[in-house]
């Protein structure tokens, strides 16, 4: 399995600067194809007359000084997925693999993956390349599989290789699979390059498409249910100087989503002088929150369903949400009452300040975190209604600004509306920069430093970005569409996460649970719980 998550990696690797996937259009697929991916290639998007600002950042200085990076830790990293055999390698294999690495994002490329069984699969990478470009391939796969331990008990090849009308094939075996015939030549995108000259068909309107279905694979993502993994499809095109990003997450069994009138707590939401910079609404949250303890032990009853995020830029770290909470003012002070304690004797063990509330108890805020973010949670100012606002950096007095009533209407004038966030990327991803240095004090994460090659570039594309607008819309109960329109297919929170994801030390592994660190207290040692 280590293989295939080897290989589904390259393919990501070519979609680092824009997101997207999959199409309705079947290949040589059969009900057995997990992983379809098509990347066009940069050499593609360059030649064309769309996504002109994508081409635009790919051809900064900063970002060949990041490709470079990337490259070297992505070879340095895949290096180690294989168990070597160091007496028979001539040269090492990360600098065996960086030129490879390069070619697939300049290169157009389809990956298919293949379930063969319970525990096992077979991947294809089909890369279109110059005679010359071939005869490296040739070259450098040889001496990895002359490398790596990769032949099996019985005798057989994981990796094996072919060519065939410029088209380069690289195919590999995991898990219990030890097919001898199933090798490249033998593989159906070697048999449709054969048939058809290609493994696919050419992009027309399209840069990038993938089709994952995740019932197909080994591996279950903990984000869905275990007997309801959808099959994800997701296409990007280039649209005037941007990308759009189009896609479907559909489930074999149906879903109950629960869509409700959007209760906006228009009092608290401020766009002080224009300065509002995100504004997302999210439903369907209600199942995530009944499964929290803290929810459940304060008996909070209705769960909220709808979560409201914004951010302004007329203060410091002004990043705020609000949902609707029945009898907000008594569930405060439950908390104050049979939670607080609690967590500030953990804290106090953590050296990470405590909790404190308002002598009314219509108010709680954290001090000592960091030192410029106090996160708090609050009654809102909603009469008539009921609703909790939080933050990382209170305001005493919300300026008096409404937010525009254009932008309250995308979420008021749709009844099938899941998801939707719209933010100015560039002063979102100022924001968001702004914000993370402080959060790496007691998450276990790297702090992006002025000189590292990340931060040089996110500072090298920051002015060029406009907006990103993003809406998930459920189609039927067991259909989500999503629509992105972007500059690059990334908003301000994925490039942030995407920064420190290239400087993180376990590259290209990916840390989706950040641990706590904790800030050293005077005369205690720090600890992780």
């Not at 290789?161 to 159906?188: I, K, M, Q, T």
């Not at 439903?283 to 009944?290: E, I, N």
């Not at 609707?324 to 049979?338: G, H, I, P, S």
């Not at 919300?398 to 979420?411: D, G």
Request: charged letters at 20%; one cysteine or more.
């Amino acid at each position: 399995m280590r293989r295939t998550i080897l290989f589904v990696t390259l393919a990501g690797l070519s979609s680092c600067l824009c997101l997207g996937a999959p199409s309705q259009e079947q290949t040589v697929g059969a009900s057995d194809v997990a992983v379809r991916f098509h990347f066009a290639g940069f050499e593609h998007i360059q030649a064309g007359t769309t996504a002109t600002t994508l081409t635009e950042i790919w051809n900064l200085p900063e970002t060949g000084q990041l490709r470079t990076h990337l490259l070297r830790r992505l070879a340095q990293g895949l290096s180690k997925s294989f168990r070597p055999r160091i007496d028979k390698l001539d040269g090492a294999p990360a600098e065996i693999l960086r030129p490879l690495l390069a070619d697939l994002l300049q290169r157009e490329f389809y990956l298919e993956v293949r379930r063969l069984g319970d525990k096992s699969s077979a991947w294809t990478l089909a890369v279109q390349l110059d005679p010359a470009r071939i005869r490296s391939w040739q070259t450098n796969c040889s001496q990895l599989i002359g490398a790596w331990n990769c032949v099996t008990p019985s005798g057989t090849n994981h990796l094996s290789f072919g060519s065939a009308n410029s088209w380069f094939v690289l195919h590999g075996l995991s898990g219990a699979a030890s097919d001898e015939s199933n090798r490249a030549g033998a593989s159906p995108v070697f048999r449709q390059i054969n048939t058809k000259g290609r493994p696919i068909d050419p992009p027309k309107n399209y840069l990038l498409k993938a089709d994952v279905n995740l019932a197909r694979l080994p591996a279950r993502l903990p984000f869905f249910a275990g007997t309801n993994q959808p099959a994800i499809e997701l296409t990007v095109i280039g649209k005037g100087s941007g990308l759009k990003t189009e896609g479907r997450v559909l489930f074999p069994q149906p879903l109950r989503w629960q869509l409700e009138k959007w209760q906006i707590p228009t009092n608290t939401i401020r766009d002080p002088e224009g300065k509002l910079i995100s504004f997302t609404g999210a439903q369907g949250v209600a199942p995530w929150l009944k499964r929290q303890p803290v929810v459940a032990e304060l008996g909070v009853e209705p769960v909220p369903n709808q979560l409201l995020t914004w951010g302004d830029s007329h203060a410091p770290f002004q990043i705020m949400a609000a949902a609707r909470v029945k009898k907000a003012t008594n569930l405060l002070a439950r908390f104050v009452t049979e939670w607080m304690p609690k967590i500030n004797a953990s804290l106090d063990e953590l050296g990470a300040g405590g909790l404190e509330c308002q002598t009314n108890r219509s108010a709680i805020f954290w001090r000592g975190l960091a030192p410029v973010l106090v996160p708090y949670v609050r009654l809102a100012s909603e009469p008539g209604q009921d609703f909790l606002e939080a933050g990382i950096f209170p305001v005493e007095k919300p300026p008096a600004n409404p937010p525009p009533t254009e932008l309250l209407e995308q979420l008021t004038g749709r009844t099938n509306l899941l998801y939707y966030d719209w933010e100015i990327t560039q002063e979102r991803l100022g924001q968001l920069r702004a914000v993370t240095p402080h959060l790496s004090t007691f998450l276990d994460m790297p702090t992006l430093e002025t000189g590292l090659t990340s931060s040089k570039w996110l500072d090298a594309i920051q002015a060029k970005l406009v907006n990103t607008v993003t809406e998930i819309t459920v189609q039927s109960p067991r259909e989500l569409r999503l629509v992105r329109s972007s500059e690059i297919g990334l908003n301000g929170l994925e490039l942030v996460a995407f920064a420190h994801w290239f400087e993180s030390t376990n590259f290209p592994k990916l840390n989706l649970y950040p641990s706590f660190r904790s800030p050293t207290k005077p005369g205690k040692q720090a600890a992780h719980p």
